[in-house]
Each structure stands twice: as C-alpha cells, then as structure tokens.
C-alpha cells in the first residue's frame, strides 16, 4: 500500500514488460524510467527464487532493521564511547516518528528507499568522526554519498550538501581560509562526479517520457486519491 507497490511495478514492468502492453504509464519505460534505484535490480533478482515481487520486496525489511539498529549503535559507541547509552541511541533511533508531508522517520512497514539511505547513511556518519582527522578519506565519503542518489536520490543531493558543509569544523586548525575552500571544492567535485551517472539517467529520463490519452483521467484519479499536498503547493509548504 505503500510506495513499495510502484517499486515492485518497476520491477516488474522491466522484469516482463510483455504484459503491461496496455498499461497507463508501466507501457513506456522512459515513464519510471526516472526512479532508477537500486530496489529495481534487487526486487527482480530476488523475484526468481521468491516467486512474486511483493514476497522479494518483503525480504529486504529484515536486513534493514538489522543494519537500522546495529548502525546507530556503531555510531553510538563512536560518538558517546558507551555500550549502554549506544543502546539507548539506537532505540530511540528506531522509534517511528511522523514528519510532515507523509514521511516517517525510523523503522517503517516496508524497505522503501528513504529507509535504505537511511541506515547506510548512518554508516557515512560515523565515518566522518573516524576519518574526522585524515582529509584524504573524506574523498570517498563524498563519492558514497554522490552514488546514494540510486538509493533515494531526493535526499542525496540535500545529504551532500550536508556532509560538505559539516567538514569545515574537523579541518586542521593550521589551515588557511583559502586551503579550507579549496578542500571544500574538491569534496564538492567529487560528489557531483559520482552524482553524474545518475543526473543523466534524470534528464534522459524527463526527455523520453511519453503522455498518454487519457491524461485526464489520470490527473482526477491522482486529485481524488493522492494527499493534497502532492500536487497542492500552499498545502505543501503548510
């Protein structure tokens, strides 16, 4: 019910495109074209011995409560230096919390995309207090973070900039300002790099997307079915 059954579409869709002939949008790949995590690949690999792709899509939440609560304890541990209160942190992690605009943060029902950045992104975290005094490694936590766009690739682009930004603090007291900003250019060149596979595959994607003949009744399903706050702006920004 969740954003898990477009996903599993995809992947079906690409798996067996032969029988979404007739279908509004899954006919077309260049329409989903433009999703292309790493889910697809794993859900159709997983669909062989599973059988359907609801099942494959269900086996991923195991690993990703494991790697939730195991995570954040490593961070814990990093971070507070304390087995008890890593536990702690990594409960409280955990806990579903409701966001605006439909969003949860913590262990949620299924392994969508934002829940998979967001048990590796905690790895990328504390990786930067272990790496927080050896520049050169930054290079491959920006790289990793650049390459999460083919996990959920709305928040890569804000988590980069987050990264980035949170590296000036750590830099070597000795360094000048103009040493600082150079650092800062290189780290955010080689996020775009790794950026780059996937910006292409969004822009070839927005050329090739076809309409269909029924655009309205697309567009009043999505009015009367979808939150408002999808296709209503000042309902968003609310």
């Known amino acids: 019910s969740s954003d898990a059954a477009n996903l599993a579409g995809f992947a079906a869709a690409s798996q067996y495109p032969q029988l979404f002939q007739h279908d509004l949008i899954l006919s077309n790949p260049a329409n989903f074209q433009l999703y292309s995590t790493i889910h697809i690949p794993l859900l159709r690999l997983l669909e062989t ?45 955990a806990a579903p ?6 969003e949860v943060w913590g262990i949620v029902k299924d ?17 930067v207090f272990l790496w927080r005094s050896n ?14 766009a083919f996990v959920h690739p709305v928040s890569a682009p804000v988590w980069g900039a987050t990264l980035l930004v949170g590296f000036w603090p750590v830099m070597p007291t000795g360094w000048s300002f103009k040493k600082r900003l150079g650092q800062l250019f290189i780290l955010g060149l080689t996020f775009l790099v790794a950026l780059l596979p996937y910006l292409i595959i969004y822009l070839s994607a927005h050329q090739g997307g076809s309409g269909s003949s029924d655009y309205d009744l697309l567009y009043k399903s999505i009015m009367e079915y979808f939150p408002d706050n999808i296709y209503n702006t000042p309902a968003a920004l609310a």
């Open 135 to 148: 520049p050169r490694r930054w290079l491959w936590i920006m790289a990793a973070a650049g390459l999460l």
């Open 111 to 127: 392994a969508l995309p934002r829940f998979t950045f967001q048990v590796i992104l905690v790895f990328l975290i504390g990786l």
């Open 97 to 102: 919390v409701p966001l605006p605009l439909g």
């Open 49 to 93: 011995p599973c059988g359907n792709f609801g099942l494959a899509f269900s086996l991923l939440l195991g690993p990703h409560v494991f790697l939730q609560f195991f995570g954040f304890y490593w961070l814990g541990r990093i971070v507070l230096r304390s087995r008890f209160w890593a536990l702690i942190f990594s409960l409280m992690a």
